[in-house]
């Protein structure tokens, strides 16, 4: 069963643009916490921005100014736009979306990963 999937991804020149977008059920996507991550190769994986149910973002020191985390609630999606690519944002993105549970019930659901590649 597919619950989270990522697109957008692809090859850009440094310096380019990219619009990846995550969609979720809308049984996990309600009330979700979410977040973009990014892995290097042969690197640990990284947060580089979360937007929560509401629509509050925070991001990476390293992409802010750069990318922008969105979400619309109406068509169960997340969005990153990624502006000013450069080669170390080269790698694989995951959505994560947390699912809110009562209490301190959580529950992660990740996609599959969308490749990004920026080169000249």
């Known amino acids: 069963q597919v619950l989270v999937v990522e697109s957008g991804g692809g090859l850009v020149q440094p310096g380019g643009s990219l619009r990846l977008s995550c969609a979720a059920s809308?049984?996990?996507?309600?009330?979700?916490?979410m977040a973009w991550y990014h892995q290097a190769p042969g690197t640990p994986l990284e947060l580089v921005a979360s937007?929560?149910?509401?629509?509050?973002?925070n991001y990476a020191d390293s992409v802010k100014g750069r990318f922008t985390v969105s979400r619309d609630n109406a068509k169960n999606t997340m969005y990153l736009q990624m502006n000013s690519l450069k080669p170390e944002d080269t790698g694989v993105y995951y959505c994560?979306?947390?699912?809110?549970?009562?209490?301190?019930?959580?529950?992660?659901?990740w996609g599959q990963g969308t490749q990004v590649t920026v080169s000249s």
């Open positions: 994560k979306v947390q699912r809110i549970g009562k209490g301190w019930d959580r529950t992660d659901y």
């Open positions: 809308s049984n996990i996507f309600s009330g979700s916490f």
């Open positions: 937007i929560t149910s509401g629509g509050l973002p």
